[in-house]
């Protein structure tokens, strides 16, 4: 079997938040999932297998159909979030036009909580639930075979009319047991950051699952259980890396800090080998403590993500964080202290939100004085606890996340929590946020102080413009 796995571009994504300076090159970003099931299928050896990001190579809708022909698949693989979903639907039509027999399966968080409804989208052929390496893996292994097809866990398809779900498999225990993602098939010297010091980048997952319990995020694919790769089987993957040319890693753990001991150990592994890399990590301030920063510094890393949400008290209940203001200002301190860099991420717009909560929220940005802030309007994705609470409450009158994917329409909205504010009022409250963080002449100034090339300026410049709207 002839294999290909599509990245689908990003002409019609669905964002329900206003631009920010950290995410204005998310689309540059290595596409991990399909690359580790690339890797798997190579390590298998039983199937050819190509990848197309049509992101990072900014294909039109002609350039992919033209690659698509070139490849010529039997079976086609595309990764699906639901803000990406109209790009998927044009994916589809793309590979049904010029490979009308080749088999199309979606995967992704989008088709693990729509399963049924991402099978009935036109063009759709197969299904995939959960983590998709071994399950994508026996599905091309089986594909002509229905009957050996009922016994993979992990599938949603059609077999002569009957509906068949054969329900989520189990998560994968042993991360260190599947090979690198496979960078190889793209054109990894493309991908860059925003708040990069270097190019190329490359992201990396050292873990998967989160085990807190956050309202209003949800990645049900990956489970709950914190599962977690060895230190050794971490920095190997590094350590490959480096041979492509790539030295700076952006780690999309949902919280690296976790295991303090797993944390050391990575850091012991990379001095040992002496590896010239730069990394970065999300985090929450109750997991980090001042000697894991310091090993953490001395081994390269050179930013954190932490996730602070909210400027009062009040908010961070209902958002269910389980930190408090001062774990905040302690973490930022103890960060600082050692040298890294600091991205805070807030939101504004919750359950109960009043506008002098917002404005706290504003205020603790500036006290904090991070170097970059990602500064979003709460959007109640399907499957979180807010938008399940949004139904029961009557904010919103219906599944409208599940209508749209049954039925994905050009002039969908994402809607907000409009009960203490309108949209109009958060959007307003947002763009003042923005402009009162980024446009003070201290951190201006802080800025231009910390520049190391031209080309970092300009990808700063550029995403500077954008988000202030100028």
Known sequence: MKVLLINPPSAQEIIGNIPSIVEEERGYNPPLGILY?????????????????????????????ERVRRAAPDVVGITAMTFTLLDVLETIRVVKAVAPEAR??????????????????????YVVMGEGEYVFSELVDNITQPDKLRQVQGLVFYAQGELVNTGRTAMIQDLDSLPFPARHLVPYQKYSSVIAKRTPITTMFTSRGCPFQCAFCDRPHLGKRFRARSPKNVVDEMEACTHLGIYEFL???????????????????????KLDIGWDVRARV?????????????????????GVEAGTEKILKVLNKRITIEQVRQAFQWTKKVGMEVLAYFMIGAPTETREDILQTIKLSKELDPDYVHISILTPYPGTRIYFDALEQGVFESDYWQAFAANPTPDFQPRYWEEE????ELIELSNYAYKSFYLRPRYALKQLLQVRSAGEFMRKARAALKVLGL
């Open 251 to 273: 780690i999309y753990d949902d919280t690296f800090t976790v295991d303090k001991q797993r944390v050391m150990g990575i850091c012991e592994e990379i001095q040992r080998r």
């Open 104 to 125: 199309v399966v979606i995967g992704g968080p989008h088709a693990h909580l729509f399963p049924v409804e991402t099978l009935n989208l036109p063009g759709v052929d």
């Open 37 to 65: 099931i690339a890797a798997y299928m190579e390590m298998q050896g039983r199937h050819g297998v190509e990848v197309i990001d049509a992101q990072v190579e900014e294909l039109t809708g002609e350039q992919l159909k």
């Open 421 to 424: 504010l309108t949209t109009a």
């Open 286 to 306: 109750d997991t980090v403590t001042p000697e894991m920063l310091k090993a953490m510094r001395e081994a390269g890393c050179e930013r954190i993500h932490y």
